[in-house]
T-cell receptor, first 112, second 119 residues
Framework: GQNIDQPTEMTATEGAIVQINCTYQ??????LFWYQQHAGEAPTFLSY????GLEEKGRFSSFLSRSKGYSYLLLKELQMKDSASYLC?????????????FGAGTRLAVHP | ETGVTQTPRHLVMGMTNKKSLKCEQH?????MYWYKQSAKKPLELMFV???????ENNSVPSRFSPECPNSSHLFLHLHTLQPEDSALYLC??????????????????FGPGTRLTVL
């Protein structure tokens, strides 16, 4: 089966930049999602990459390299409210729908 | 608010109880999903319904029984659970098969989850 790997925990300082990496197996891959999940809340959609390159959306950017099976989420000008888990999820077409396989999530702690 | 609601938000049950989790989506989607989220583990897909038809049962024990009466509602019936079944159970919805075939993004929208504790 497909495996999604991402670091378990990261810490960063308010106002700084942090990059969260994600690797996956490339066979049959469709696209890659990033979700944010605050403690006790639902995961919420951040970004989707299907083509190689960088997608920028405000303070958040996401990068994909399909050939390398690699993605990262870049968070700029960090704020305390960015403390959350960030879930990387790969999409594979299976059984008539896009099946998502999630990584275990990266818990980001932003300190003053 | 993501347009997906779940009830109850918290549930404590004994191993001999029978209970049901409910999910409702107000987004006009055609696919609905149940996931299990345990501490420090990836989200585990349990069941998928596409246009009310179950398309995936990810080797889930029979003590979990899903039901999808229409495209807007999804239930997870629980009976004779084990303590290791304690987890956050998340429901999600997406636009479904047609959108996926068209190459669309087809992201999943999640509900807030039910925190289940089995004693």
């Amino acid at each position: 089966g497909q495996n999604i790997d991402q670091p378990t925990e990261m810490t960063a300082t308010e106002g700084a930049i942090v990059q969260i990496n994600c690797t996956y197996q490339t066979s049959g891959f469709n696209g890659l999602f990033w979700y944010q999940q605050h403690a006790g809340e639902a995961p919420t959609f951040l970004s989707y990459n299907v083509l190689d390159g960088l997608e920028e959306k405000g303070r958040f950017s996401s990068f994909l390299s399909r050939s390398k099976g690699y993605s990262y989420l870049l968070l700029k000008e960090l704020q305390m409210k960015d403390s959350a888990s960030y879930l990387c999820a790969g999409s594979w077409f299976s059984g008539g729908y896009n099946k998502l396989i999630f990584g275990a999530g990266t818990r980001l702690a932003v300190h003053p | 608010e993501t347009g997906v609601t779940q009830t109850p938000r918290h549930l404590v049950m004994g191993m001999t109880n029978k209970k049901s989790l409910k999910c409702e989506q107000h987004l006009g989607h055609n696919a609905m999903y149940w996931y299990k989220q345990s501490a420090k583990k990836p989200l585990e897909l349990m069941f998928v319904y596409n246009f009310k038809e179950q398309t995936e049962n990810n080797s889930v024990p029979s003590r979990f029984s899903p039901e999808c009466p229409n495209s807007s509602h999804l239930f997870l019936h629980l009976h004779t659970l084990q303590p290791e079944d304690s987890a956050l159970y998340l429901c999600a919805s997406s636009q479904g098969k047609n959108r996926a075939l068209a190459g669309g993004r087809n992201e999943q929208f999640f509900g807030p989850g039910t925190r289940l504790t089995v004693l």
